[in-house]
């Protein structure tokens, strides 16, 4: 008998192929969504850790030569051999790849390459071996790969990369270690021909990577989230579709029991075996949108590679259980339902959510009850969890409340409705939506996710930009190490550059809080530049009167102090005009104007210089500068580089952002597809009505693809405000108590526009086949309704 | 780069597999290896030996101030092979460790340095003697050397003498080190007096007393059982030292060397000298015997060793506990122990 029904029940499959392909897509799709999201997700990491320690060399005090020129090898020695804990580094090009040459057994940590964790690669390292960044075009014998080596350069061993470059016993930088010894001679007496620069403040970058991953790993599990929806509606349908099977066999004596296991196993096989497709998928959609394909399809192989290896048991782990839970949990449910139906009445055609009419009340309860839920933890919650429990039930009540809202909004169009076609239309879309609504709230989540992803990108994006075009504003910075090179500086760009800001500061207190206090040149630059947290009417007018201040959200949080408040700086009273981020920065920081910097401090005169230039003129000023005042060209610094490179990272996750985009929606378009496909064929008894009344087929299949547009455009209607909550809540809430501090959201409407553009173009691509399906119904299938009807 | 990274390169060179303890039971491919007959010569044997892998310089002094309050000293320079290839400047194979430490009956101070070969940071010469990494230096004529150290928050300024002749451990020098025969050449200097002073946070201490230097080469001194080791140093108040060691593998092996007060060594065999845990502390989570009964039935001892800081522990690249002890029982003095290979 086992043998009997499997074979009937599978009997549906190889009589309904197309079927079956939904049910197995589907499943894979919500699988690879899910994988690919983790795989990206893992990438995005690397690539920011990338970032972050290159960024991390300026973490260090380091000291160069005076005059510029490399330092010499014994110089090295002779400070080490004085007590002086420094590292060498060496620096180069090589086929356009940066090449760095440092000494792994002195350098502090954070500087070495994290591929160096075991014996094989140091003692390699130590012995010539070079790493480079995957995508680098260094073309050298033996040269290792890794992703973690941030983009376009390459580390070796400094005697490597000194034989590399063909400059046997040079250094350009020594990296002083942050710990010294109790006692150590002044460096003027071990190498008087060497300067030291502070490390630059500010630099770490590392708390807002930290909160980005945090983020990233939040729309993971929104992945999650959609992934189980569509799975439960493959599952139902999968049902649904076979009711007449079912009631057949029932009705020949297969006992319920049976048929319940034999269908659990079934499922759970099909889920498998779509499991493993689907984990294999996301891996080749990640390894095709992201720059190291190969890396990544060595992990989906096993291959050793470094960093990505101990990582994929967890891909794969949570790829299945996706899958098999998801089906599991989407099973059970319809087989208890299966379980409670009366013999014969399982046969009756009715979509998946029809049959729980009365159960629309249950679902709106629920819903509203989460949204409370949400509402009073968007006011209260302040730990992790509650932001977490925060986004999970706003995200579950919205979805829930979806076919409600919408019903609300067809119920108030019908009754608006004049002619007697809108009047059918309205009334028809509404009794359309239950067997919808599962496909409508994966689209919902998953253009919430969209909206939620794009917004956190780019606000994190403006953010940073923010905040390096702060510390970078001007295009090039020159140190002065005397008073009268600072004023052969200020001489010399007064005449080649647009304008020389003089950067001077002082550490004080305020509020008892540590704070280093700035004199700001009155200049566009700063007005141009600096974004606020919070600011009074003109910031920067006030500053430039003498008596406003500006200070960074640290102090002000910590002070506590707000817009208005006056605070006392060596006596002077200053008002504060804005508050502005400094991520990264432990300490306060305030701005004043330059002449009231002066008054208050005679003695400080600027030491460094930001200097505004046409770009395409820096290497020209650069190299005069030298000439005509002999300030090293190593006391100018580019900031162009920097900021270019960050930016090149920044546009590696708008790709992986774009390929999640594309990727969330066309899952969500197949679930739609997957619905009006079931639909379609129980459909034909209802239009067949309209046809007999004069419709055409033709504009019977045109209202199909209008209602299923129109479904879609309110829902992306409703996602847009849920996708804004939800990245509210991941910056304001999560980020905050996780951080402490809160990221400033900034909303993109041409984004959603475009998004919105999208989800709608899935729809159309998911609705076009079962319209033209319905388009090509023969008249006969029409006909027939009323005859069966009689 | 952080320290366990780099004890993995000083001390696992050539397999990945960890074998004995920090790896001195790997294979010795390439490298020389000790053979017994074969004679120590001086001054040239005070210099390194790149040949062989590994190799250390080994300092521990017992000293007391004005007070009377005992003190310890270490300073240690390993020197370590990648690779049996020579190569001047960066290229050279030769890597180089150096751990100094200050004990007082209430702190233990640590520092470590790490170098490479080839430029000059680190290294021994025979002849002017001179062995350094860094600032550290231990320099001068081999019989009165300065010795000098620096941590982020201690330091010391020592000048030693030697009051006895150099002592050839094991046979003339060749020190078996378990019952396969796994050896190294091994000898002492027992007999320095030191003085100097130590830069601790309290202040500067005036310190005198007795060092004792170790030297020892070798390309796999232990076998792939054998997981640590206890030594001990011991000074007694007669004049009379004694060298014993025990290295735990699946048996200890023990071994011995008598040295009388006019610096005659009688070197001992597995088994006639013994060493058991009295007592243990809990450092940094590990059980540390901290108190031992030390016999040598040959020669009448019978004493009770105990840790001066049971805390001294070396928390270095690979951790270990090393520091002064006191002697009671059959024989009375001070000495050092060094024990590795706790889990």
């Known amino acids: 008998m086992i043998r009997v029904t499997l074979s009937a029940l599978l ?22 969504l899910w994988s690919g999201v983790q795989a990206i997700n893992a990438e995005a990491r690397a690539s920011y850790d990338a970032a972050a320690a290159t960024l991390g060399e300026g973490q260090f005090d380091r000291l160069t030569r005076r005059d510029g020129q490399p330092i010499l090898q014994e110089t090295y020695v002779q400070l ?17 790849t940066r090449i760095i040459g440092i000494e792994p057994l002195t350098a502090p940590g954070g500087l070495a390459p994290t591929a160096l964790h075991d014996t094989g690669s140091l003692s390699r390292f130590a012995q010539g071996e ?8 260094l073309d050298i014998e033996g040269v290792a790969r890794d992703p973690a080596i941030a983009p376009d350069t390459a580390i070796g061993d400094i ?4 034989n590399l470059l063909g400059r046997l016993g040079e250094i350009d930088t020594l990296i002083v270690a942050p710990v010294q010894p109790r006692s150590q001679p002044q460096l003027a007496e071990i190498a008087p021909d060497l300067q030291r620069h502070a490390a630059q403040s500010g630099s770490d970058v ?40 079912l009631r057949t066999l029932r009705a020949l004596g297969t006992p319920l029991r049976l048929l319940i296991v034999l269908m659990g196993v079934e499922l759970m096989t099909l889920a498998l075996f779509a499991g493993v497709l689907g984990v294999g998928l996301g891996y ?11 890396a990544t399809l060595r992990g989906l192989y096993g291959a050793e590679v470094s960093g990505t290896l101990q990582l994929r048991p967890i891909w794969w782990l949570s790829g299945m259980a996706i899958a098999l839970g998801g089906t599991g949990l989407a099973a059970s449910g319809a087989l208890w339902k299966l379980s409670r139906l009366p013999l014969l009445a399982g046969a009756q055609p009715r979509a998946l959510a029809n049959a729980a009419g009365q159960g629309a009340r249950v679902q709106g309860i629920i819903a509203l009850a989460l949204l409370v839920v949400a509402l009073i933890l968007a006011f209260t919650a302040s730990g992790i969890i509650a932001g977490f429990a925060l986004l999970a039930a706003m995200l579950i009540g919205a979805a829930l409340a979806l076919p409600l809202v919408l019903s609300a909004i067809l119920t108030a169009a019908s009754n608006r409705a004049t002619g007697v076609v809108s009047s059918w239309f309205w009334a028809d879309t509404r009794q359309q939506l239950p067997g919808l609504s599962l496909a409508l709230m994966a689209l919902l989540l998953a253009m919430a996710a969209n909206v939620g992803v794009s917004t956190m990108v780019s606000s994190f994006r403006l953010t940073f930009v923010g905040f390096l075009d702060q510390r970078l504003a001007s295009e090039l910075y020159v140190n002065a190490e005397t008073p009268a090179q600072a004023l052969a500086i200020e001489a010399f760009a007064a005449q080649n550059a647009d304008a020389v800001l003089p950067i001077q500061s002082v550490p004080i207190q305020i509020r008892d809080l540590p704070t280093d206090i700035y004199g700001n040149r009155d200049h566009a630059t700063y007005r141009d530049n600096w974004k606020f947290l919070d600011s009074a009417d003109d910031p920067w007018g006030a500053v430039h009167s003498g008596s406003g201040i500006l200070i960074n959200e640290q102090l002000a949080r910590r002070a506590p102090l707000a817009i208005g408040d006056a605070v006392e700086v060596d006596g002077e009273t200053f008002v504060i005009s804005g508050i502005y981020g400094d991520y990264g920065n432990p300490i306060g920081q305030a701005i004043i104007d330059e002449v009231a910097f002066a008054n208050l401090f005679p003695d400080v005169a600027p030491t460094r210089f930001g200097i505004r230039i046409d770009p395409a003129n820096t290497s020209d000023f650069i190299e005069n500068l030298q000439a005509e005042t002999g300030i090293p060209k190593a006391n100018t610094i580019n900031q162009a580089g920097i900021k270019a490179f960050s930016l090149g990272v920044f546009d590696r996750t708008f790709t992986v952002t774009a390929a999640l985009n594309v990727l969330t929606l066309a899952v969500a378009g197949f679930a739609i597809l997957m619905s009006l496909l079931t639909l379609t064929a129980m459909r034909v008894p209802q239009l067949a009505p309209a046809w007999a009344m004069g419709l055409t087929r033709r504009e019977l299949g045109y209202l199909e693809l209008l209602r299923t547009l129109l479904l879609a455009l309110l829902t992306a209607l409703v996602a847009l405000p849920l996708g804004l909550a939800l990245a509210w809540v991941l910056l304001a809430v999560v980020n905050v108590a996780a951080f402490g501090w809160q990221l400033p959201m900034f909303v993109f409407p041409a984004d959603y526009a475009r998004l919105g553009g999208f989800a709608l173009l899935a729809a159309a691509f998911a609705a076009f086949w079962p319209a033209i399906r319905l388009m090509r119904t023969p008249p006969s299938e029409l006909l027939k309704v009323f005859s069966n009807e009689r | 780069m952080n320290g366990k990274l780099l004890a993995i390169l000083l001390w696992f060179p050539i397999s990945a597999v960890a074998q004995g303890f920090a790896g001195l039971g790997t294979s010795s491919d390439g490298f020389s290896v000790p053979t017994p007959n074969a004679t120590l010569a001086f001054p040239k044997d005070h210099g390194a030996h790149p040949e062989y892998r590994i190799e250390w310089w080994y300092i521990t002094a017992n000293l007391r101030d004005a007070g009377g309050a005992d003190y310890g000293l270490q300073w240690t320079l390993f020197r370590t092979a990648l690779s049996t290839e020579d190569g001047e400047g960066w290229p050279t194979p030769q890597l180089w460790m150096g751990h100094a430490a200050v004990t007082t009956p209430e702190a233990h101070f640590v520092t470590e340095r790490l170098a490479r070969g080839g430029i000059g940071q680190a290294g021994v010469t025979a002849e002017p003697f001179a062995a350094w990494i860094d600032e550290w230096e231990m320099s001068g004529d081999f019989d009165a050397p300065k010795l000098t150290a620096n941590g982020p928050d201690f330091g010391y300024d020592m000048q030693l003498s030697a009051q006895g002749p150099i002592v050839l451990q094991g046979d003339n020098g060749y020190s078996v080190k ?17 003085a100097g002073t130590l830069h601790l946070p309290q202040g500067d201490v005036a310190v005198t007393g007795s060092a004792w230097l170790d030297r020892e080469w070798s390309s796999q001194p232990l076998a792939a059982d054998q997981t640590g080791w206890d030594w001990f140093s011991l000074s007694f108040d007669d004049g009379a030292k004694m060298m014993g060691f025990q290295l735990r593998g699946n048996d200890t092996y023990t071994s011995a060397t008598w040295i009388a007060p006019d610096g005659t060594a009688t070197p001992l065999t597995n088994g006639a000298f013994t060493a058991s845990p009295l007592e243990t502390s809990d450092v940094e989570g590990r059980a540390i015997p901290t108190t031992w009964t030390v016999a040598l039935p040959e020669k009448g001892v019978n004493v009770t060793v105990t840790a001066i800081n049971p805390n001294a522990w070396m928390d270095t690249s690979v951790p270990y506990w090393e520091g002064p002890v006191l002697i009671t029982g059959s024989h009375t003095g001070r000495g050092y122990l060094e024990m590795t290979g706790y889990e």
């Open chain 1, 11 to 32: 009997g549906h499959w190889f009589c309904n192929p197309l079927q079956l392909f939904t049910l197995l897509s589907g499943l894979a799709l919500a699988t690879a």
């Open chain 1, 80 to 96: 080490r051999r004085a007590g002086w804990l420094v590292s060498p580094v060496i620096e180069g090009r090589i086929d356009g």
């Open chain 1, 130 to 137: 070079v790493i480079a960044a995957p995508d680098t075009a």
């Open chain 1, 159 to 162: 005697g490597t990369v000194q």
């Open chain 1, 206 to 245: 590392g708390r807002l990577t930290d909160s980005f991953h945090l983020n990233l790993t939040a729309f993971g599990l929104l992945s999650f989230a959609v992934g189980i929806f569509i799975v439960h509606g493959a599952i139902g349908l999968a049902f649904e579709q076979r009711r007449g099977t």
């Open chain 1, 284 to 294: 080749l959609v990640a390894g095709l949108l992201l720059p190291d394909v190969a």
């Open chain 2, 178 to 194: 378990s019952a396969n025969g796994q050896a190294s050449y091994y000898y002492s200097q027992p007999f320095y007096d030191i």
